[in-house]
């Protein structure tokens, strides 16, 4: 991509309002803009990192064995009435009446829709277990929209659902989505505190919560000394067992030809809180340090002298090079000076930088920088392409 003619709205004085670095981060770097209070669109940058933590979680789960649909978020409030979270989740549902007075609403989170989905499909023994996922939009009118899109109004989340015959099939699934949780924000550059947690208005029992440590944590964790942590809660999974089952009568008759509920576990990852709590944890005071896994591009190139034709013939045949090796690269090919695009380059905070100025060329070299450490490094043109490769794997 070439900086100029793409979308990236940096902005450089610090937004008014914002309490948490990752939001004023997501909103100088040209990633998020607000269009009202917890409502957030993603812009070119913002959505490439959503793609590539959701290709981290789609991996994870198809690999424990789960398998991806998508559900509506527009909902009947009738499916809702079955189980009583009509009222017990009333404040943070958004509940409206159709033309025809149908009353509906926009799904904060979804265990009614799916059971009622797995009923119309699964009668037998002998088509379970299931795990279905979805990377769908949520809608809760959270009291307290904050930290931009930690906690939003309208937000996006991987939320699965496993459906068994025994508690031992149960806790198999849930050691599967457990592991696969570990791997997910680990690939993502976190490391979480796992804690047992209240399993609240899901109803069930054992229940963990994935936290990562970071100030403006809204979770407390008692760290291993006794004092207290503030974590941002980033997963969460539970083990429901029969509720939603029984009351929306989702059934399935064993090898005797008898009738029992499906055993249920629930399992979900906040993907554009998971957005800003990676930058809570990697960045600095001059802007974001993407973790390569989950960076909008893995490489910058930063030509000097735009106008100068053996520096942009050099830019262009790395970015040609580089893009055919499937690797993302982003070009800063705009016409400003080398102070306001390094500005721009830690700011938006690209992994890999490969300077070239008519100076170093002369000598036959270019400089590669790496956004997390201060030093660079003059490498000869011809071993360019190489020494990015061997850092990429590193
Ligand atoms: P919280 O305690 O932070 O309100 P929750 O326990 O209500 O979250 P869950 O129902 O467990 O959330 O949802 C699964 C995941 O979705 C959470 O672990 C979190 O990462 C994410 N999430 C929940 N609410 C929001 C929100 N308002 N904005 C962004 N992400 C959210
Ligand atoms: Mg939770």
Not at 26 to 39: F, N, P, Q
Not at 152 to 173: P, R, V
Not at 222 to 235: L, M, N, P, R, S
Request: charged letters at 20%; proline letters at 4%.
């Amino acid at each position: 991509m070439k900086w100029s003619q793409y979308f990236i709205p940096t902005i450089k004085e610090v937004p008014a309002g914002t309490e948490a670095a990752s939001h004023r981060l997501l909103l100088r770097a040209g990633l998020v803009h607000m269009l009202t209070s917890g409502v957030y669109s993603y812009l070119p940058l913002g959505l490439r990192v959503l793609g590539k933590i959701s290709e981290i979680i789609r991996k994870e789960m198809n690999a424990a064995g789960a398998h991806e649909l998508l559900m509506p978020a527009l909902q009947p409030l009738d499916v809702w009435q079955k189980t009583g979270r009509d009222k017990t989740l009333a404040e943070v549902m958004i509940q409206f009446n159709t033309k025809r007075g149908t009353a509906m609403c926009l799904g904060p989170t979804h265990e009614e829709i799916i059971t009622d989905l797995v009923k119309a499909f699964v009668h037998s023994y002998r088509q379970l277990p299931v795990t279905l996922y979805q990377i769908q939009t949520k809608f809760r009118d959270e009291t307290r929209p904050r930290f931009g899109v930690v906690r939003a109004c309208e937000f996006i989340m991987k939320d699965a659902y496993s459906f068994d015959t025994s508690m031992a099939g149960l806790q198999k699934n849930y050691d599967a989505m457990f592991q696969a949780y570990k791997n997910i924000f680990a690939r993502c550059g976190l490391d979480p505190v796992i804690a047992e947690a209240d399993s609240g208005a899901m109803g069930g029992r054992v229940s963990h919560e994935f936290l990562v440590p970071a100030p403006i944590g809204e979770d407390k964790v008692k760290a291993a000394d006794g004092t207290e942590q503030q974590c941002i809660e980033v997963g969460h999974i539970f083990q429901l067992g029969t509720k939603y089952s029984e009351a929306l009568g989702a059934l399935y008759v064993d090898e005797q030809g008898k009738q029992h509920p499906l055993i249920m576990g629930c399992y979900g990852i906040g993907v554009s809180r998971l957005l800003a709590t990676i930058i809570e944890v990697h960045h600095d005071e001059k802007g974001i340090v993407w973790p390569l896994a989950v960076a909008p591009f893995s490489v910058e190139i930063l030509p000097l002298q735009t106008t100068d034709p053996q520096v942009m013939s050099l830019a262009q045949s790395y970015y040609d090079e580089l893009t055919k090796s499937g690797i993302d690269v982003l070009m800063d090919d705009r016409d400003e000076s080398a102070g306001f695009k390094f500005n721009d380059a830690d700011l938006v905070g690209i992994p890999l930088r490969i300077v070239i100025g008519k100076r170093s060329l002369a000598q036959g070299a270019v400089e590669i920088r790496s956004r997390s450490c201060a030093a660079s490094e003059t490498v000869a043109c011809e071993n360019v392409l190489a020494r990015i490769k061997s850092l990429m794997s590193q």
